[in-house]
């Protein structure tokens, strides 16, 4: 069956634009996350959605970053007043979403953004 | 050691040698660890995990190791092929926070000579 998808794959714009990231996750996972990975780092979590709530957003930096996932499947990554400071891979995961248990994270090829 | 910016730790192994790759946790509370490998242009992709009732658990040619008294995980890969060259983090979290949120180490780079 087919993985984590992201579109676009590189995404180039200029500081202050408004950009969305996209993300289809794999068919039947209720749980989404996204994540932030900076050069020769590892991924940070920036937001979790059990369904169609944001069960946990704690790794949003500021309010510029938004997110959403209106019915329970692929979800947007919206960025307001992009910052050069925002340049990075913005990977997607899904799991099954099982209750009660860590459910293996799945991940998508991510989206190169870049502020310029 | 930890990684600062580029300068990832840098693991090189002869092909078809046997690789360890070392991981140490913070958080006592951590009780699911996950090892992703990731390659250049691509998203970590999972290879193995372990929860904190185990020590060990095998998977095809990967043995995880899990010390919780001194917080370390190590990735064991048999028989390492050119195909192995990659970045592996290691990934934990804790059920008692009743958080799915992953936390990642700054990864360690395999280099695999053929």
């Known amino acids: 069956g087919a993985g984590v998808s992201q579109t676009p794959s590189n995404k180039v714009t200029e500081k202050g634009k408004y950009v969305e990231l996209r993300c289809d996750p794999i068919?039947?996972?209720?749980?989404l996350y996204w994540y932030r990975q900076s050069l020769g780092q590892g991924p940070e979590f920036l937001i979790y959605f059990q369904g169609t709530g944001a069960a946990d957003d704690s790794g949003l930096p500021n309010d510029r970053f938004f997110a959403v996932r209106p019915e329970g499947s692929v979800s947007t990554l919206k960025i307001q007043r992009t910052e050069r400071g925002d340049s990075a891979v913005y990977l997607c995961?899904?799991?099954?979403?099982?209750?009660?248990?860590?459910?293996?994270?799945?991940f998508g090829p991510g989206t190169r953004l870049t502020v310029l | 050691g930890e990684s600062v910016g580029l300068h990832l730790p840098t693991l090189s192994v002869q092909e078809g040698d046997n690789s360890i790759i070392n991981c140490a946790y913070s958080?006592?509370?951590?009780?699911?660890f996950i090892w992703y490998k990731q390659e250049s242009g691509k998203g970590p992709q999972f290879i193995i995990d372990i929860r904190s009732n185990m020590d060990k658990r095998q998977g095809q040619r990967v043995t995880v190791l899990l010390n919780k008294t001194v917080k370390h995980l190590s990735l064991q890969i048999a028989a390492t092929q050119p195909g192995d060259s990659a970045v592996y983090f290691c990934a934990e979290n804790s059920r008692d926070t009743g958080r799915r949120a992953l936390t990642f180490g700054s990864g360690t780079r395999l280099q695999v000579q053929p």
């Open positions: 068919s039947g996972h209720t749980a």
């Open positions: 995961a899904s799991s099954p979403g099982l209750a009660m248990t860590q459910d293996t994270q799945y």
């Open positions: 958080n006592s509370a951590s009780d699911y």
